[in-house]
Nanobody, 125 residues
Framework: VQLQASGGGLVQAGGSLRLSCAAS????????IGWFRQAPGKEREFVAL???????????SYADFVKGRFAISRDNTKNTVYLQMNSLKPEDTAVYYC????????????????WGHGTLVTVSS
C-alpha cells in the first residue's frame, strides 16, 4: 500500500486543521492506520491510530497530549484516514506522518510496515 499525507499548513494557536492520509492499493480496510509526528530535534512520536474494520473502522487510540483535541476517522470507501486537529498549540508543530500496519492498537512506529511522506503542520503563537 502507498500512503500520501496532506492537509498540513500554517495555523494560529487555537485553530484547526484536518489532515488526510490517502492510500492506494488493495485491502485498505485490513490495515491499522496510525498518525505519528516528529518535531525538529525530537524523536518521532505516536499521535493516534484507528483499527481496521468495515466502513469506518473502530476503536481509535490517542496519545495523552492530543486527547480531547484530535479525532481520527476513516472512510474505507475512499481509502482515506483523517486526523481532525482542533485547539492547536505551538507544541503541535511537527511533520505528521501516516502509516499502515497489521497490529491492532500498535503505538510503536516499528509496528508499522508502510509509511507516507509527511505533511508539515506549523502552529504560530
Amino acid at each position: 500500500v502507498q500512503l500520501q499525507a496532506s492537509g498540513g499548513g500554517l495555523v494560529q494557536a487555537g485553530g484547526s486543521l484536518r489532515l488526510s492520509c490517502a492510500a492506494s492499493g488493495r485491502a485498505f480496510s485490513s490495515y491499522v492506520i496510525g498518525w505519528f509526528r516528529q518535531a525538529p530535534g525530537k524523536e518521532r512520536e505516536f499521535v493516534a491510530l484507528i483499527n481496521r474494520g468495515n466502513c469506518s473502522g473502530g476503536n481509535p487510540s490517542y496519545a495523552d497530549f492530543v486527547k480531547g483535541r484530535f479525532a481520527i476517522s476513516r472512510d474505507n470507501t475512499k481509502n482515506t484516514v483523517y486526523l481532525q486537529m482542533n485547539s492547536l498549540k505551538p507544541e503541535d508543530t511537527a511533520v505528521y506522518y501516516c502509516a499502515a500496519g497489521y497490529r491492532r492498537d500498535a503505538m510503536e512506529d516499528a509496528a508499522y510496515d508502510y509509511w507516507g511522506h509527511g505533511t508539515l503542520v506549523t502552529v504560530s503563537s
